[in-house]
């Protein structure tokens, strides 16, 4: 699959290099789709647990976290995928152009362009949106006083070949390393590359036993959620009735920032993180400007 993906990379170098333009800018996460099959046991969870004000969108129910960024959630189809993160979605400054960017490097369109955004596949099946920023907010709903954060900073998911997504997200969309560690510090993990015109980034997560289990895929197929202060999320989660130990457990993580973790009744890790490091981190620097909770883009 590896060489293929890299055939179709060459073959683009026949294309005009007008069609080839300079990528439009990609400037953090839109927002993070997941799967459930409990539709009644999810809304408790997005909308008391964590706070967020929900909006219908036919079969999709969206989930603001501020007027740029919102978590989605839909029905597992009847043939249920492994994963239940279904899809994430980018910003961009000019989805058209970069959709054009994209097909004249013979990457396939899954869904084209239409009110505003457009979608893919990475080389290994992820399904990843590009949606179009506005000048304004894109969800003009207030943000209840109930939410747990404001942001969301990253998004992760299993990768099997580091190499092969790396030629799509780091050389073709121009992805930008921000920190990898590992459980041990001679062993890289995770990978976290920031998008190309922001501070948001997206995680890999390796060496997951293949197949891995429900619960592996709920581990690592997250998004996380920035604070300031942990304090403060623990705060905001006991004053939305948060229930069991997880609610209150916080924890110091590799990478040097304080972070606490949940899990959706698909288990979907739900991880809130700190915005900047309190500790040292593990086995590599960070390597660019950590998010904070008002993003320019």
Known sequence: MRTAWRILLLLATAVPVMAQRQRPAITGIAFVRVFTAQPEASANFYGKTLGFAPDKAGDITRYPVNGAQWLEVTALPSLAPGPRLAAVGF??????????YLQAHAVKIVEPLRKGRFSVRDPEGN????????????????????????????????VKDQDLENDFYRNLLGFRPYWHGGHADDKTDWVSQQVPDGSDWLEYMLNVPSPPTQRQYGVNDHFSLGVEHMSDAIAALER???????????Q??????????????????????????????????????????????
């Open 91 to 100: 910003t961009t400054r000019d989805a058209k152009g970069l959709e054009r």
């Open 127 to 158: 399904l990843i949106y590009f949606v179009q920023q506005t000048k304004g907010p894109a969800i003009a709903k207030p943000i209840p006083a109930t939410a747990t954060s404001h942001r969301i900073i990253h998004a992760g998911f299993v």
């Open 240 to 250: 939305n009735h948060c229930e069991g130990p997880n609610c209150t457990k916080s």
């Open 252 to 297: 110091m993580g590799r990478d040097g920032k304080v972070q606490l973790n949940l899990y959706d009744p698909d288990l979907t890790r739900a991880e809130f993180m700190e915005f900047d490091a309190a500790g040292k981190p593990c086995c590599s620097e960070f390597t660019a400007r950590h998010p904070t909770e008002q993003e320019s883009r």
